[in-house]
């Protein structure tokens, strides 16, 4: 009995410890020094560039890496060719950038170098722009974190792509959850890479304004218009802007000058009413009232409102009139009935007439 354990300790051993080894890191085992395993590594790494398994090579870059000891200048070259091999062309970039940093014209592969660093630089605004085209696609789809992903991986392959910074901007304001300061960010950005960037001013500008910064938003959307000076939508803002700060002349021109480039928006035509309202010139308030009406004549807050400049000017029976004409084509809708008695009540004293109302 003795003997058959003496045997199978004798067995067994010689087993175990060769599943160790065969589980144990090779390193481990041999504990190789770091200059040996560079040598080991480094022809482990040309078989696999010569066999053009370039993930393999990868590998073997990064081992070489980890050692932490001097590598031979075309390290950097060759590793940077493998990036670009593998589509990688950020990462491609910054070896062959480097390279050339750290050995001048007279590297040995200097002439290679630039026309690897053009190649790669190629194929990377062709892929830049392929990134552009997809997230204008996803933002237009309202896929606007897709979107921004895209449009993140251009500017990496293409930092000075204007375009790309603009379009990502306009991503941080559809989205629900509005990123104020990425967009600044992204549109300044923009302009910094264009300075002549009218679109990107206007959107700035916008931005500043939704964030209560009317100053700034009023010296975006300026700057937008000395660019683009048809720009109606910088008007229109810069209109908004002026009006919400009281300034009521400023606001009135950019009106007026929006209306010129789109006289058939009636809005335009009820914010400037608005805005001379603030001014107490009922008269042309009334004027741009009226042609709200005739370009909206089914619209019932268009008569609401004129009623109430007419009030204002106390012309009673004309602001009458246009409650009225807002019942007509609103029979069913009771705000119609209660304004209309409630100014025969205040202002006229017809109590009969604002009975039969309410």
């Known amino acids: 009995m003795k003997k058959m354990n003496s045997l199978s300790k004798a067995t067994l051993y010689p087993v175990l410890l060769a599943i160790i080894l065969i589980l144990s890191p090779i390193e481990s085992r041999a504990e190789l020094p770091p200059d040996v395993l560079k040598d080991k590594y480094m022809l482990s790494l040309a078989n696999a560039l010569k066999t053009e398994n370039y993930n393999e090579a990868l590998g073997y870059f990064k081992k070489l890496d980890a050692l932490e000891v001097k590598m ?39 002439g290679k170098t630039l026309e690897l ?51 990502r901007g306009l991503c941080y304001l559809d989205k629900k959850d509005k990123d104020y300061d990425r967009a600044i960010e992204d549109f300044t950005k923009a302009i910094s890479l264009k300075a002549d960037y009218a679109g990107a001013y206007y959107q700035r ?19 937008a218009i000395s660019l683009k000076p048809d720009y109606g939508s910088a008007y229109w803002n ?43 010139d009922y008269d042309r308030a009334i004027e741009d009232r009226t042609k709200y009406i005739s370009l909206r004549p089914k619209n019932v807050e268009a008569y609401y409102g004129r009623a109430m400049v007419y009030e204002r000017k106390k012309d ?42 309410y």
């Open 238 to 280: 810069r209109a908004w802007l002026y009006g919400a700060i009281k300034d009521y002349d400023r606001a009135i021109e950019d009106w007026t000058k929006y209306i010129s480039l789109n006289p058939k928006n009636a809005s335009a035509y009820k914010n400037r009413a608005q805005r001379y309202e603030g001014k107490k």
């Open 117 to 167: 660093m053009i190649a790669v630089e190629k194929e990377a605004e062709q892929e830049a722009e392929k990134f552009l085209a997809s997230g204008k696609s996803h933002r237009r789809k309202s896929r606007y974190d897709r979107a921004i992903e895209d449009l993140t991986k251009a500017i990496s392959l293409k930092a000075d792509n204007a375009g790309a910074y603009y379009q």
């Open 316 to 357: 009673y029976d004309r602001a009458i009139g246009d409650y009225t004409k807002a019942i007509s084509l609103k029979p069913n809708d009771a705000e119609g009935y209660w304004k209309r008695a409630d100014f025969y009540e205040s202002k006229k004293k017809d109590y009969d007439r604002a009975l039969e109302d």
């Open 205 to 223: 500008g916008l931005t500043y304004s939704n964030k209560g910064d009317y100053d700034q938003g009023i010296e975006d959307q300026t700057k």
């Open 72 to 110: 031979p200048d075309t390290f950097l070259y060759y590793r940077g060719e493998t990036y670009y091999k593998l589509n990688r062309h950020v990462e491609a970039l910054k070896d062959l950038s480097a390279y050339i940093e750290k050995t001048g014209k007279g590297g040995e592969y200097y």
